[in-house]
């Protein structure tokens, strides 16, 4: 080895002159100066540009997506029992929780929003043209796996929103010809929403759809360095070959500042408009109206237009037929021309279907709000959360609880307890407060409500309700005091 | 217009430090240091709330809810014998909780102030029981017996019965639950 010539750069040769100190160290056995060159001397075409920060905001966010995750992951339980449970834990108890809680729900919304204008931007610009297909094909899985995400991790508090708004997307799935049912109870491990469906949900969210993000991130960054940037649609590529600019410091500067941009819009969000939690899932609600989140809105409006035996063409094939135009723009589009005013046929069609996404998303909120009773229902929807987030956080009793095997040996046994159950099940406080009390979107639920309240001031409210009640619908039930006893034992007995 | 654009950009050989105009070199230390500078803040910054969350559980209060009601103070002032009670403890362990329901005794001491005694036996744990025909406690167990205040009277226990922290709280009897250690001749609290 001794005899060997000196090379420019012997990595390992312990006699060399180079400089000492511990970057030089560091560099000798991992070569990191090489990598962060490789890193930040990449050259732009056309120089640095604000347009381009859309992909490093959305690698950004994916960051922040994994690492709130992983904190929210140390409390959440996923089982029906629990999650809700744990979400409410999170968000009302732990310290930040809500906080942490928010920024991961509206990093999803921020990431579908960078997602789009990321893929128009890399449209406009005819970025995918020139041997990019792969990039571009890396690009919209990319898209669908967020979409998943977006998907999966909506169900996972269990509330009544995301309960009803995964049941009815399950069963968008189903209608699919021949294997939708299948389809259906693969995804929901069995026919209805249960347990099962939480927990393969959680495993979607949190372990295969990330690995698969994970690979096609890698992908998508890999053929992006092997392709280089495009630069932006020009007359001139010439000119602009001639004046590149190396990735670092400007267009390092820009993506930062727009990571921090996104970093004070995600905070003030979760600060200021915390994210809400809604009474836990109660299956047996039929008053419910489901709502999914607002980037499903526009499929969620479109797929109201086809229903009965053409529902498949709304379903799959015009779907089908979009997704097959965007994944294989690359690869039937082989002009070279990348000025978006020269390609007036592929802007034209990109902009007429994202207007009609974003005009059937507006359809959608519109026609709610123009229907009174749904916009009603819609309002006690929102109410009834807003009441949930008020309460204190209640915990869950363990099974095996004094109390809990108390609740359970009660009863009908005690002929007060029974009678008051009679008086609430047949003067229609079950209409609203639902079975045994258990609540609804029309009304409070009653369990515990006997701890909350001492008897006398609950009577009083059954006979005389405050303002708030009466606005919800609530009567005035003139009980004599002998029934008003047992109702008040039955309510009592609810916990 | 045949571009040449459309075709991958060949890498470049790497440029070094070296060819950089002066300028040029200190724009970029100054990049780099205002970057490493407000990361760092920012970082940090973005860290508190995680590290809260993380922690959250070690300054949370103690998973015990401290005091359970014995009951308005006075019916207790007449007592002539000991009353056996069930008392509820609440043991939350996060987001759960668990109630689980405790044998005492409320009695009197020496010196006739009350005395909350917990049925364990100090020997080997078992439910002491009160025999009123006895006028004394006694383990169904092994047979310790005990005198109506808890003192230690005969079998294998080492010491008397366990008292229990008491308050008045509102005129209100309160007890605190706690466990002791067996088998050892001094009380000792294990939680």
């Given at each position: 080895m001794s005899d060997s010539p000196v090379t420019a750069k012997p990595p390992m040769d312990i006699q060399s002159k180079e400089p000492q100190g511990v970057s030089n160290w560091l560099d000798e056995r991992t070569g990191w100066k090489e990598m962060m060159h490789e890193f930040l001397d990449e050259r732009i075409p056309g120089g640095a540009r604000w347009s381009y920060v859309f992909g490093s905001g959305l690698l950004f966010i994916l960051l922040s997506q994994v690492v709130t995750g992983i904190f929210l992951a140390m409390y959440y339980v996923p089982s029906a029992d629990h999650a809700h449970t744990t979400i409410a834990y999170i968000i009302k108890v732990v310290s930040d929780g809500a906080f942490l809680r928010s920024v991961h729900s509206y990093g999803a919304s921020i990431m579908v929003i960078l997602l789009v204008v990321h893929m128009t931007q890399t449209f406009l610009f005819g970025a995918y043209k020139g041997k990019r297909e792969l990039l571009w094909v890396a690009g919209c899985i990319l898209f669908a796996l967020v979409l998943g995400m977006a998907f999966t991790g909506y169900l996972l508090p269990w509330d009544e929103r995301s309960y009803f708004a995964t049941a009815v997307g399950t069963n968008v799935i189903s209608e699919v010809p021949v294997v939708g049912q299948w389809l259906k109870l693969v995804l929901r491990g069995g026919a209805g929403m249960g347990t099962l469906t939480i927990s393969r949900f959680f495993v979607a969210h949190v372990f295969l759809l990330p690995a698969a993000l994970l690979i096609f991130v890698g992908a998508h960054l890999f053929l992006f360095r092997r392709s280089g940037p495009a630069g932006p649609p020009s007359a001139d590529p010439v000119a602009l070959k001639a004046k590149t600019e190396r990735f670092y410091p400007k267009q390092l500067l820009m993506d930062s500042a727009f990571a921090l941009l996104l970093i004070v819009i995600l905070a003030l969000l979760a600060h200021f408009v915390p994210k809400a939690l809604g009474p836990k899932a109660n299956p047996a609600d039929t008053q419910f109206i489901p709502r999914p989140e607002w980037y499903y809105r526009p499929i969620f409006q479109w797929l109201k237009y086809w229903e009965g035996p053409l529902a498949v063409i709304g379903i799959l094939v015009v779907p089908g037929i979009l997704t097959v135009l965007l994944v294989g723009l690359p690869f039937y589009d082989r002009r070279p021309e990348r000025r978006p005013g020269k390609r007036p046929i592929a802007v034209g069609i990109y902009s007429v279907v994202l207007l009609a996404l974003i005009a059937l998303g507006i359809v959608s909120y519109h026609v709610d709000h123009a229907d009174p009773s749904v916009a009603a229902q819609l309002a006690r929807q929102e109410e009834a959360e807003k009441e949930f987030m008020r309460q204190p956080f209640q915990p869950e009793m363990a099974a095996g609880s004094a109390s809990a095997a108390a609740a359970a040996a009660s009863g009908s046994e005690n002929p007060l307890i029974a009678?008051?159950?009679?008086?609430?099940?047949?003067?229609?406080?079950?209409?609203?407060?639902?079975?045994?009390?258990?609540?609804?979107?029309?009304?409070?639920?009653?369990?515990?409500?006997?701890?909350?309240?001492?008897?006398?001031?609950?009577?009083d409210l059954i006979r005389h309700p405050n303002a708030r009640m009466k606005a919800g619908g609530m009567p005035a039930f003139p009980f004599s005091d002998e029934d008003m006893k047992a109702l008040i034992a039955y309510l009592d007995s609810l916990k | 217009m045949e571009n040449q654009d459309n075709q991958p950009t060949i890498p470049q050989p790497l440029v070094s430090e070296e060819s950089l105009s002066p300028e040029e070199r200190a724009r970029r230390r100054f990049v780099g240091w205002l970057l490493g500078i407000v990361g760092a803040v920012v970082g940090v910054l973005l860290c508190i709330p995680l590290v809260r969350m993380a922690l959250y559980p070690l300054f949370a209060k103690s998973g015990r809810a401290g005091w359970?009601?014995?009951?308005?103070?006075?019916?207790?002032?007449?007592?002539?014998?000991?009353?056996?009670?069930?008392?509820q403890i609440q043991d939350v362990d996060g987001w759960r909780q668990t109630i689980s329901e405790k044998v005492v005794y409320v009695t009197k001491g020496p010196n006739g102030k009350l005395r909350v005694l917990t049925a364990v036996c100090p020997h080997l744990g078992c439910e002491v029981a009160w025999d009123s025909s006895l006028n004394k406690f006694k383990c169904p167990c092994h047979g310790g017996t005990f005198a109506p205040d808890g003192k230690y009277l005969s079998g294998p226990p080492p010491r008397g019965m366990d008292t229990l922290p008491v308050d008045i709280q509102n005129g209100r009897l309160m007890v605190r639950y706690e466990y002791f250690r067996n088998l050892v001749p001094n009380k000792e609290v294990i939680g």
């Open positions: 009678k008051g159950k009679q008086i609430f099940e047949s003067n229609g406080c079950v209409a609203c407060h639902g079975a045994g009390g258990v609540g609804t979107a029309m009304a409070i639920k009653l369990i515990g409500v006997g701890q909350k309240l001492p008897p006398d001031k609950l009577a | 359970s009601d014995l009951g308005d103070a006075n019916q207790y002032a007449s007592l002539s014998t000991p009353e056996r009670r069930v008392i």
